[in-house]
Nanobody
Framework: QVQLVESGGGLVQAGDSLTLSCAAS????????TGWFRQAPGKEREFVARITWSGGNTYYADSVKGRFTISRDNAKSTVYLQMNSLKPEDTAVYYCAAAPWISTTASGFQLWGQGTQVTVSS
């Protein structure tokens, strides 16, 4: 089984940048497509971005397009989410997820990390 561990969350001001990391361990991470989701208090978990195993295909939610960049380093079994121009509405717990198929819905991912809190103050 592959385990996912997120890191890099924190408290920042609006307009700042932050990079989240999702490190995979355990069984081989090879072939897993990876996504980032977020969940704000009282709201449903929402899709943020996803990247294929090769890194050649990415997809973003409209709310983060142009501000966030997802990337991966397969040699390090790590996926990143670079977040620029952060807004208070980006405040949420951010989760990474993985699956051997491509999806943009939470139900489409089978492996999940524990989440990392991102708080953006105005």
């Amino acid at each position: 089984q592959v385990q996912l561990v997120e890191s890099g969350g924190g408290l920042v001001q609006a307009g700042d940048s932050l990079t989240l990391s999702c490190a995979a361990s355990g069984r081989s991470f090879r072939g897993y497509n990876t996504g980032w989701f977020r969940q704000a208090p009282g709201k449903e978990r929402e899709f943020v971005a996803r990247i294929t195993w090769s890194g050649g295909n990415t997809y973003y939610a409209d709310s983060v397009k142009g501000r966030f960049t997802i990337s991966r380093d397969n040699a390090k079994s790590t996926v990143y989410l670079q977040m620029n121009s952060l807004k208070p509405e980006d405040t949420a717990v951010y989760y990474c997820a993985a699956a051997p198929w491509i999806s943009t819905t939470a139900s489409g991912f089978q492996l999940w990390g524990q989440g990392t809190q991102v708080t953006v103050s105005s």
